[in-house]
């Protein structure tokens, strides 16, 4: 199918011609790529199943993995759920509009049994960037809306990516501009008084704790844990498969000293050079030029961990194309939104990593 492109200026609003053509056609049953404020999304209504099914087949996505449902504001969240209950009510009060899912339990027949995969919840966001918004209300339906990338591959952050991906697969394609944080939302199921944290994303854990006392951490999440196979069976069924993951092998390694881990990696660089591999480096900008390998992506500062965030899927996906087959990254800080870039990090990496 061709796929229509439209431009606009990222803070175009409901009343933009175009924006009323893509609502059009998710209104149609269509599906239309978008940018988010965290990553571009690829929308289709949640009510329909023939159209959440145009996003699987698409992308390619495994039909257990349930998709997010996008509103463009809180009167529409009474379609989709019975009763969000107190603890949820002041987390939307605080993070929405914005980079924060909350999953809950779903109101029944509200959407497609295919956005929810068959659960017994949903998982609902309002985003907060301005094209997202007014696409979502010139839909007038709530929009499903999976990352606009091949399953697997890692989330576009440019409407580029998303042509990348899926140029020929979906309907449409509203080009704003660059997406915002970068990575994903933080995906959140509330139960009772207590928020646990199914996915870190852009908002922070510090920034969860100064609104709900009572926020955990899925222990699927935790790291340390990363190649312990005793690890518990992923709560959100998205985090059981592989994702973000360049062609070429990738490890990550952590270390104290930011000397020890470049002559490390350098050795490593070297000798897969001598096996006749195609390597590259994903680093910092501080420390880019110390590096030879065939490509070295600097990405973002080491003392910014919000312009890693930014960066990380584009540079990413810089390495498929320079065809490159070996790949070591620094890894981050786990502070505030490093936590998300360190989870993407190990993901892509299939869970890889060595620390010296
Ligand atoms: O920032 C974002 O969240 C982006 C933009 C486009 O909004 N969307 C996104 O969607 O990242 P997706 O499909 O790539 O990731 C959705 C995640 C998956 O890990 C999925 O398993 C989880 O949310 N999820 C969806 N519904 C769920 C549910 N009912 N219970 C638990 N996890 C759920
Ligand atoms: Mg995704």
């Known amino acids: ?101 909350l999953v809950l339990p779903a109101k029944a027949g509200a959407v497609s049994p295919r956005v929810t995969a068959g659960l017994s919840t949903v998982a609902v966001r309002m985003p907060a960037h301005p094209v997202a918004q007014a696409i979502i209300a010139a839909a007038g339906c709530p929009v ?7 399953s697997g591959r890692p989330s576009p952050t440019l409407a580029a990516h998303v042509l990348d991906d899926l140029d020929g ?36 854990l510090a920034e969860l704790r100064q609104v709900v006392s009572d926020v955990t951490v899925d222990e699927t999440l935790l790291y340390a844990a990363a190649d312990d196979s005793r690890i518990a069976a992923p709560r959100s069924p998205g985090m059981k498969y592989q994702h973000y993951a360049p062609q070429g092998a990738m490890t990550v390694v952590a270390g104290h000293s930011a000397r020890r881990v470049i002559d490390w990696i350098q050795a490593r660089l070297d000798e897969a050079k001598g096996r006749g591999e195609k390597t590259g480096v994903l680093t910092y900008e501080e420390h880019a030029h110390s590096y030879r390998a065939d490509l070295v992506v600097p990405c973002g500062s080491v003392s910014d961990p919000a312009s890693t965030a930014r960066k990380l899927y584009g540079a990413l996906r810089a390495f498929d ?36």
């Open 321 to 356: 194309h320079a065809n490159i087959t070996f790949i070591m990254a620094e890894s981050c800080s786990e502070e505030g939104i490093g936590a998300a870039v360190m989870n993407r990090l190990l993901k892509a990496a299939g869970n890889r990593i060595v620390r010296i």
């Open 1 to 101: 199918m061709p796929t229509k492109y439209w431009k606009v200026d990222a803070s175009a609003g409901a009343g933009h011609p175009f924006i009323q053509e893509a609502g059009r056609m998710l209104k149609d049953g269509k599906t239309v790529a978008f940018p988010t404020e965290t990553v571009y999304g690829l929308g289709a209504d949640a009510r329909s199943t023939s159209a959440v099914n145009h996003i699987f087949s698409a992308k390619g996505r495994p039909s257990d993995n349930p998709l997010i449902v996008h509103i463009a504001g809180t009167d529409q969240l009474g379609e989709l759920v019975d009763d969000p209950g107190e603890t949820a009510l002041r987390l939307i009060e605080h993070f929405w509009p914005g980079p924060l899912t």
């Open 169 to 204: 697969r979906i309907d449409g394609i509203v080009d704003g501009g660059p997406a915002g944080v970068g990575v994903e939302s933080t995906v959140v199921e509330v139960a009772g008084s207590r928020a646990h944290i199914l996915r870190p994303g852009g908002v922070t």
């Open 144 to 150: 499903a809306a999976p990352s606009a990338n091949r």
